[in-house]
């Protein structure tokens, strides 16, 4: 039986689903899907595949994923790894485990993708709640973000074939659908229209619900349907970074601290059991303290109460890995004081 091993996002969590799917009946074989969003992630990632060599002395090793597409050679270099796959070749991962495995390394030109992997899975092992993949990739350029490099380019999966994997989910008896992508709210041709062209198909839908969202991509037909739905979960996480303008604009983001203010005013206003969560990144090159204690205002100003924090992970090949860097022990300890205050707010 396939062992598939999952680190990182909900898109990959969707995405090893589709290889346990493929390959629930092969045996001997170790896919790990990796990810690549820190550089604490992907030395994680070399120490999962030295563990699951020596659990799997005989077995064939697969590495894909973000961190396989973005640093192959480092990979290829391990004796534990049999063949590793870019985020592109993984979808077709049933042609390169067949026969000898001559070539060790095999990553494409990711940002020449237009594709996925159309395949309808049937659920999620141990899960009351399934993914959805509605789209790949993305085509903003955050100064400190690698994924981009790692998924390619935005490309949307189609409607049609969106309600076809929830209405087989829903067959199964999932409780709750949350749509997953690398950037979802770049979901063409609207993101908002398809979550209205979601429940209103499936009425019965228990739980509708979302990754992070992109603050500046939430229009006002997000907020109506937010209001008109109640089997959309109130529950909205957005991935916000920093709380001074400063930072932001240096970040590459696309909104200000103002603008999460307004849009949890708004949303409250149509839901009143709302609940706001947040991404941080803190210590990015250049933060100070006023920069710093911006941030722990904008949790009480705009109510935020569930934090995802982390401190800042220079990525090679991005504009801010570049610039002059914090002490990591600075990073640290303002992750740590934003927990606390993510502490306090639940």
């Given at each position: ?28 074989l ?9 550089k ?16 799997n002395?005989?077995?064939r ?12 050679d480092?990979?290829?270099?391990m ?43 049937t ?57 997953t ?9 609207s ?77 409250k ?16 090159p ?15 100003e ?9 401190p ?15 002490d ?8 740590r ?10």
């Amino acid at each position: 039986m396939v062992e598939v091993v999952t680190l990182g996002c909900r898109i990959n969590s969707f995405e090893s689903e589709i290889l346990k799917e493929k390959f629930r009946n092969v045996d001997d074989l170790v896919i790990i899907n990796t990810c690549a969003v820190t550089k604490e992630a992907e030395r994680q990632c070399r120490q999962v595949v030295r563990k699951l060599r020596a659990q799997n002395p005989n077995s064939r090793i697969v590495v894909t994923g973000c961190a396989a597409q973005v640093n192959a050679d480092s990979f290829a270099k391990m004796d534990e790894v049999d063949l590793v796959l870019g985020n592109k070749e993984k979808t077709a991962l049933e042609q390169y485990i067949k026969g000898d495995l001559s070539e060790k390394s095999i990553v494409g030109d990711i940002m020449s993708y237009d594709g996925y992997d159309d395949y309808i899975i049937t659920g999620f092992e141990g899960r009351h709640k399934a993914f959805v993949q509605i789209q790949q990739g993305c085509d903003h350029r955050c100064t400190y973000c690698i994924v981009p490099f790692a998924r390619g380019a935005n490309r949307s999966v189609p409607s049609d074939k969106i309600l076809t994997q929830i209405s087989t989910l829903l067959s199964q008896g999932f409780e709750a659908i949350c749509l997953t992508g690398v950037d979802v709210c770049s979901y063409k041709p609207s993101f908002s229209g398809l979550i209205r062209q979601i429940l209103e198909t499936f009425p019965e839908l228990p739980s509708l619900q979302f990754g992070s969202l992109d603050p500046a991509a939430i229009d006002d037909e997000f907020i109506e349907i937010a209001g008109k739905f109640k089997n959309m979960l109130p529950m909205f996480h957005f991935s916000i970074q920093s709380g001074d303008d400063t930072v932001l604009k240096r970040m590459g983001r696309r909104h200000r601290r103002k603008d999460i203010i307004d849009l949890c005013r708004k949303i409250k206003k149509v839901r009143d059991d709302a609940v706001f969560g947040a991404d941080f990144i803190c210590g990015f090159p250049g933060e100070s303290e006023e920069n710093f204690n911006n941030t722990l205002k904008l949790v009480d100003e705009a109510g935020l109460s569930k934090l995802h924090v982390f401190p800042y992970s220079e990525r090679p090949g991005t504009p801010a890995a570049r610039w002059g860097q914090i002490d990591m022990e600075i990073r640290r300890e303002r992750a740590r004081i934003l927990r606390l205050k993510g502490e306090e707010k639940k």
